[in-house]
């Protein structure tokens, strides 16, 4: 039954939401007015979810500043914990099939967001300098789930490289994000949903500047490292705290 509700709430939301953002974004260009409806979607997800979730580490980022967010990806919670609890306005780089989805591709348009083509190298390449563009004429920040799709056994994977790779030509810092806790809400293919208490972790500022392609196969493995030890430290303090 918490499903059903959840679904529910997440089409009719989904709908008001980005209709209301579609509508402003008519009169501010740039997308900054979807930060916030986006902030305020991702509440009424996780409230009407009975999901809580803190955040540690947001003093080790700039207010003010551009990063690539990348994150860890084990569960559809992972997007709106993310846009809870990052207070920046994000664009992500998504799946070209988004794009075709009633109010929430349009509003995903609107909020200039990147989409990607994975079965098209071509397309995909010329999606990222289509991207790198964009960050230079509307600064904003990226957050990308490198292993490309949801982990269904709770490690994190390989990280895939084409976010890195535009992080390094945008010159922006990679920030690595760990999501604690969002498999125990839902993982892929299951249609249970468990309320629970999960964790954003961020850790520090990982700079890009001077890198070049050569670079982006270790620094991928940094980032994951990262993701892991930010993880890593979440399962410590748990097991500390019980």
């Known amino acids: 039954m918490r499903l059903i509700w959840v679904l529910v709430n997440l089409g009719v939301w989904t709908a008001i939401l980005s209709s209301i953002g579609i509508v402003l974004s008519l009169f501010e260009w740039r997308g900054r007015v979807f930060r916030w409806i986006a902030w305020i979607w991702s509440k009424i997800i996780l409230w009407t979810s009975g999901v809580h979730y803190t955040v540690r580490g947001l003093e080790n980022l700039d207010p003010k500043g ?40 349009w509003a995903m348009i609107m909020a200039r967001h990147v989409f990607v083509d994975r079965r098209n190298h071509e397309h995909a390449v010329a999606a990222l300098h289509k991207a790198k563009k964009s960050l230079q004429d509307n600064p904003r920040s990226i957050l990308i789930f490198p292993e490309g799709t949801r982990s269904l056994d709770g490690k994190v994977h390989e990280f895939k ?70 993880k890593s430290a979440w399962k410590d303090d748990a097991v500390s705290a019980s």
């Open 161 to 230: 490289r084409g976010g890195m790779i535009l992080a390094m030509e945008a010159e922006l810092p990679i920030v690595p994000v760990a999501m604690c806790g969002t498999s125990r809400v839902v993982t892929k293919g299951s249609w249970s949903l468990t309320p629970a208490r999960v964790e954003l972790r961020v850790g520090s500022p990982i700079s890009t500047v001077g890198l070049t392609l050569k670079d982006r196969k270790p620094l991928a493995e940094q980032v994951r490292q990262a993701v892991i030890e930010l």
């Open 66 to 105: 551009h990063y690539v967010f990348a994150a860890n990806h084990e569960s559809a919670f992972d997007i709106p914990l993310a846009f809870a609890g990052l207070p920046y306005q994000m664009a992500t780089i998504s799946k070209i099939e988004l794009r075709k989805i009633p109010f929430l591709g």
